[in-house]
Structures are given as C-alpha cells and as structure tokens.
C-alpha cells in the first residue's frame, strides 16, 4: 500500500507542476482556462473555482491536461486551430509570444521545480569538505577507536592535508596489511591500526540493477563471491567483469548474520576515464572507502547554484544518453518507462525521504527534456507548429495536421511499449 502510495505521489507531483506550469502562464497571458486535470479517466475528485475552472483528480494519474478555451481536446490542437477568427481568450487566438511562453511555461516549471528540490536536499545534506576530517563511518562491526569528527594527521607516518591525500595515501598501500592512523581528537592525539578500509562494503545501490532485484542493501558486507573470500571492492569488480554475465553467487554479512544472494551481472552504461559512455558488466553495486569527508551546510545561495548545476548534469545526460542510444553505442534496452519508473519509486521510498525526492527531482527533469520533442501532443511539437505559423504567416493545414497527429501518436505510443518491455523484462527476469 506504501509503495502504491508513493507512486501515485511521485506521478501526481510532478504532473501537478507541469500543468500548473502552463496554467499560471496562460492566465497571466490572458488565455482562457476551462480545465485542469490530474490523470485521465473518470474523475476522482473536483472542484471548479470562482473563475470557472474545474479542477480534478482522475482515476489514471499517469499523465494530465490543461484544456484552455477554445480546445476541440486537450492537446490543444483540433479543428480551433484552422478554422475562423477565435476571440481574445481563446488559446489559438492569442497573439503566437503568449501561446508559446505558454507552452515552454510547462517543461519550464519541472526544471525550476528539480533546482528547488536538489538545492533543499543540499542544504539538508551539505557538501563535502576536502578537510582530512573523518564524517560518516561505513564500518561500524570494526571495533577501531575512530569518531566522527576526528582528523586524520597522518597515514604510516605520511602527513595529510586533506581528504583527498588520505585516500590517495591509503590507495597506495597493501590492502592486507594494517595501516597505522594518528588521529587528533579535540587536544588529545593518539594512534590507530586500521585494518583495510576498502572493504566490500555497499554503500549505494543503483535503481533497477541486478543488486536492486536481488535485494541487496546500503551497509551489506560482501565476504564472498562463488564460495571464494575477497578482502576489497576491487575484488568484487574483477569477479563482476570476469563473469561473462553469468551468474555469480554472494555470501553477505547483515545485521551479524550471513546470507546468500544470486545475481546476474548486466551490461550497463557507465562513464569512462575518457568521458565516453560504454557499457560494461555491472551489478549496480557502489562501495568506496570505509570513511567519508565531513560535510558543512553551505549558504542558500551556493545550495541554489549546486542545485542548479546538477539540473543542468541531468538534462546533458539525459540528452547524450539518448543520442547515444540513437548511434548505437549503448542499447536501447536501457530505455525506461512507466512501469520501470513506477519500480524504482518503490525501491527509493523504503529508504526514506531524501531518495525519494532525488528520484522525484530526476523524473520531473525527465518529463521535461521528453515534453521538448518536437512531437504532437507534446510541447515540442506545439512550439514547431507555433515556429511554423510564426514564419509562414499561417496555420499549418489540417490535412497536414492529421498526417502529424497520427505519425507523433504511431511513434510515441510504440516507444512507450518498446520502454515498457524493457521494464518488463528487467522485473520478471
């Protein structure tokens, strides 16, 4: 019940800020609005305010509409758009600057509403700081007499200056020996033997990977791979990379307790040293040092910019993905749809309210990168057909329009089954 709960919020949420997005624009540009609906379907629940807009929550929350006056449907494009000199408040009768600021008002608003949520999640989270300050500790069964908060001054005798220079230092070490660490702690400075702290411990697990599937979780400890012992996350990558995508059999440490977990290793995309996009034999597990940097809250207008940037990563990715996808570089098996979408909100929801969120941030950006294709229904193909009227100096005609419509629905409904197979196939096999 939680994780249909939690996809039904995630859907609705961003849908609500897409539409919204239009509305707001459209009224202040002085274009009638008759309806706003979440979902599709019968309706759920309504209303209609005190300037005759009615408002709804339908039984199908996979999608919405903004119908505004004039609309024969709520694409906003039918007969209206051809046919005779439509009054003032009517969509296609205003001027083409407001229909289209109307139009990238929708897209517009899930971008702000992604930079509003990864800038909050920043300040909650903070930003790490190149400090040789230890913050969380990823090995809590290790009885070592290490705090957050304390700094590390020297590995094996080798000072450090920064966090950075401890995992370089560590880095260069055997990973079987002990490690001796001076730590200072307030005044008090003292010694530590640290066992290797690279240890095959999870601290990530990527949506809808193998380790997602099987179950894996944040905190497991790898002791084995096919019944043999491995001592470091470089371990668990070789066996991964060697596996030929066959199955691989994982002795897991949790909670004190061992247990056995199978997984399949998949090609997956991942960013070289290069900054090329391959795929390589994956589980989509993430591990990393046993200790991570202290983290400080930065100041409302660096979380705003962080918040940004990472909008921005989003979208480039998103974009190179698919034009990666189209060359053939990577497989179009990687293409996620509803169904995929709706699984991994049910994933990042058992982890609490940050994941969630992040996930919400990264599909409201999805929705849209996808809504600028220059297609029919979305807004991408109302701004070509806007662009077109623009140049031309009239509308498009509506033999024309139809040939558009039926094309834009072919493609856009075959790439939703092609996605949704795709999930199918993750989730069953």
């Known amino acids: 019940m939680i994780a249909v709960f939690s996809i039904v919020c995630a859907f609705s949420l961003v849908i609500f800020i897409h539409e919204f997005g239009h509305f707001f624009v459209a009224k202040k540009c002085g274009i009638g609005v008759q309806e706003f609906s979440i979902g599709f379907g019968p309706r759920i629940i309504w209303f209609k305010d005190r300037s005759g807009v009615v408002w709804k929550f339908c039984l199908l929350p996979l999608g919405g509409f903004v119908r505004f006056e004039g609309d024969s449907n709520p694409s906003s494009i039918g007969k209206s758009i051809i046919n005779g000199n439509p009054p003032a408040r009517n969509f296609h009768g205003a001027p083409i600057w407001a229909r289209s600021l109307t139009v990238l008002a929708g897209p517009f608003a899930n971008i702000l509403f992604s930079v509003f949520i990864f800038s909050v999640l920043i300040l909650l989270n903070g930003i790490t700081s190149d400090k040789p300050i230890i913050g969380k500790i990823n090995i809590p069964f290790y009885n070592l007499n290490i705090k957050e908060g304390d700094t590390v001054l020297s590995i094996n005798q080798t ?27 307030n005044e008090k400075v003292f010694k530590v033997n640290a066992p290797n702290l690279f240890q095959p411990i999870v601290k990530d697990v990527e949506m809808l990977s193998p380790a997602s599937r099987a179950g894996i979780k944040v905190g497991d400890l790898i002791l084995k791979v096919n019944k043999e012992q491995i001592f470091s996350f470089s371990e668990l990558k070789n066996y991964v990379v060697q596996s030929s995508g066959k199955p691989l059999v994982l002795d897991i440490l949790r909670n004190q307790r061992e247990i056995q977990k199978i997984l399949v290793p998949e090609l997956r995309p991942i960013e070289d040293k290069d900054g090329n996009l391959v795929e390589t034999l994956r589980i989509g597990i993430i591990g990393g040092f046993a200790f991570e940097p202290e983290r400080n809250t930065p100041d409302f207008f660096t979380a705003f910019e962080l918040g940004l ?69 979305l807004d991408g193909g109302h701004l070509l057909l806007l662009l077109y009227e623009k140049f031309s100096g009239r509308v498009p005609s509506e033999r024309f329009m139809q040939f558009f419509m039926m094309f834009g629905l072919a493609l856009l409904l075959s790439l939703m089954l092609f996605a949704t197979y795709n999930d199918l196939l993750r989730i069953i096999f």
């Open 309 to 377: 940037l990472t909008t921005w990563r989003v979208i480039y990715q998103s974009i190179r993905g698919l034009s990666e996808i189209i060359k053939g570089s990577i497989s179009a098996k990687h293409l996620t749809g509803p169904v995929g979408i709706a699984h991994a909100i049910t994933d990042v929801s058992k982890n609490g309210l940050v994941p969630f969120f992040s996930l919400v941030a990264l599909i409201s950006t999805g929705i849209a990168v996808i809504n600028l294709f220059p297609l029919p229904v």
């Open 159 to 185: 000072p450090t200056h920064s966090f950075s220079e401890i995992l370089r230092q560590y880095q260069g070490t055997d990973r079987t020996e002990v490690v001796e660490l001076l730590i200072k702690r």
